[in-house]
T-cell receptor
Framework: DAGVTQSPTHLIKTRGQQVTLRCSPI?????VSWYQQVLGQGPQFIFQ???????GRGNFPDRFSARQFPNYSSELNVNALLLGDSALYLC????????????FGPGTRLTVL | AQKITQTQPGMFVQEKEAVTLDCTYD???????LFWYKQPSSGEMIFLIY??????QNATEGRYSLNFQKARKSANLVISASQLGDSAMYFC?????????????FGRGTSLIVHP
């Protein structure tokens, strides 16, 4: 079975632009979470969606938004990009939303110039 | 609020030897799950092992075992018979299992280098 997939792999944007990152969960998984990982740190939780509803939000500004589609895939949108948004963005899926093990995708590396 | 502390920024081990990576946590949640992930230089987070807060026995998965001491709030990862491919960043994480909020918290990670 295919694991979690993310696209694109790499992305270069300039300050002020907008970006959309995409994630497809493992087949059968209904929960998708998004994380930001800056260099030298652990992943920071951004959003969790379960059954197409937002079930958790981390301490990120309103420039960050996400949604989950009927097929359980998800998009993360970031508006008005700042240099500090440069990071590895990781998507993880699990069957349920609680302590179910999350399986991560390969990530999207975003560089903001 | 939850907190995960990994005090070892870097660890070195000889191939075929065992190594322990430390993790302490702080939470007020009565029920929670503890996880360890491996992150090679490629960036993908690879799930290694899970321990529930009410599990009576320490979790084991092949060469990985989790030394869970609930009273001390520690969840150390033990890797037996280290291999060169074990060289990577290792992250400890926790997710609450009650209260309606399942927001996970990760530590800063420990870099493990396995020498031949």
């Amino acid at each position: 079975d295919a694991g979690v997939t993310q696209s694109p792999t790499h992305l270069i944007k300039t300050r002020g632009q907008q970006v959309t990152l995409r994630c497809s969960p493992i087949s059968g998984h209904k929960s998708v979470s998004w994380y930001q990982q800056v260099l030298g740190q652990g992943p920071q939780f951004i959003f969790q969606y379960y059954e197409k509803e937002e079930r958790g939000r981390g301490n990120f500004p309103d420039r960050f938004s996400a949604r989950q589609f009927p097929n359980y895939s998800s998009e993360l949108n970031v508006n008005a990009l700042l240099l500090g948004d440069s990071a590895l963005y990781l998507c993880a899926s699990s069957f349920y939303q609680s302590t179910d093990t999350q399986y991560f995708g390969p990530g999207t590396r975003l560089t903001v110039l | 609020a939850q907190k995960i502390t990994q005090t070892q920024p870097g660890m070195f081990v000889q191939e075929k030897e065992a190594v322990t990576l430390d993790c302490t946590y702080d939470t007020s949640d009565p029920s929670y799950g503890l996880f360890w992930y491996k992150q090679p230089s490629s960036g993908e987070m690879i799930f290694l092992i899970y321990q529930g807060s009410y599990d009576q026995q320490n979790a084991t998965e092949g060469r990985y075992s989790l030394n869970f001491q609930k009273a001390r709030k520690s969840a150390n990862l033990v890797i037996s018979a280290s291999q060169l491919g074990d060289s990577a960043m290792y992250f400890c994480a926790m997710r609450p299992a009650s209260g309606g909020s399942y927001i996970p918290t990760f530590g800063r990670g420990t870099s493990l280098i396995v020498h031949p």
